[in-house]
């Protein structure tokens, strides 16, 4: 009797343990079918991609990292609330229009002050030249906390315009409403640790094209000058334009079907 327990027992847990190995192997294979797919999305032209050059030329990697984490929080609450029937909603003409025409507005607004920026008489920041700065004397509490706050609204500024090149995009909106509604659909089916790895997989290819794309710039600091510089800003501003036609006369196009 007691080797039949034992066999039981040991029947048992082989397989719990086969168990253990599918889900792992097939919680591996959506992180590495999202992260895949994520990537082929990340590395197309866009918003994002412009932010990302641009907060890397003012502020440097900080500036370009922090723009794709506005990035991958907004993603983030898009995945939580497919779990509350988001997916549903966006879906619809009417409403992936408005956010097309909305997207639109704000993309115009940063093309804006992309533009102004590089046409003032500003020269580059020297954090972007690579370039070290001139020894100061000690600074008191208030010169330091004061640098401290530019630090920190120079940060927030970097978040706000990923966040924006995110929302402004009505294609991301129509992806997240199609491709990343299935996605996440398939995956919730198979429960929370099957979620959590396609949002860990999609959101880690973007860091790593994003990170990839922010260090480019970043090495060629010392091939920038004053000139380049804005050009650059220039170049990221009138692309930021044409965005902002394409995505109005798409979403007119998707008000009016």
Request: aromatic letters at 8%; hydrophobic letters at 55%.
């Amino acid at each position: 009797m007691l080797g039949g327990i034992l066999a039981r027992v040991m029947n048992v847990e082989r397989q719990l343990a086969e168990r253990t190995v599918k889900e792992t192997m097939n919680i591996a294979a959506i992180f590495a079918s999202a992260f895949v797919v994520g990537l082929s999305g990340a590395m197309m032209p866009g918003s994002l991609l412009v932010v990302n050059i641009s907060e890397t030329s003012r502020r440097g990697l900080r500036g370009g990292m922090l723009a794709v984490t506005a990035h991958g929080v907004l993603e983030l609450m898009v995945v939580v609330g497919f779990a509350f029937g988001l997916g549903g909603i966006l879906s619809r003409r009417p409403v992936a229009g408005a956010i097309g025409l909305a997207g639109s507005v704000m993309l115009a607004w940063m093309a804006y002050g992309t533009i102004k920026t590089a046409w003032s008489a500003a020269p580059m920041p020297v954090a972007v030249r690579g370039q070290q700065r001139a020894p100061a004397p000690e600074a008191g509490p208030h010169l330091r906390a004061s640098g401290k706050l530019s630090a920190a609204r120079g940060d927030v500024a970097s978040f706000a315009a990923g966040a924006l090149a995110t929302v402004s995009n009505p294609y991301w909106t129509l992806w997240w409403a199609t491709i990343g509604a299935t996605s996440v659909g398939l995956a919730l089916q198979q429960g929370r640790a099957a979620s959590a790895a396609f949002y860990a997989g999609h959101i880690s290819s973007d860091f790593a094209w994003y990170f990839l794309v922010s260090l480019i710039v970043v090495t060629g600091r010392r091939l920038l000058n004053d000139a380049v510089y804005r050009a650059v800003l220039l170049v990221c501003g009138c692309f930021l334009v044409v965005l902002a036609v394409y995505f109005a006369l798409a979403g007119i196009i998707m008000l009016s079907g």
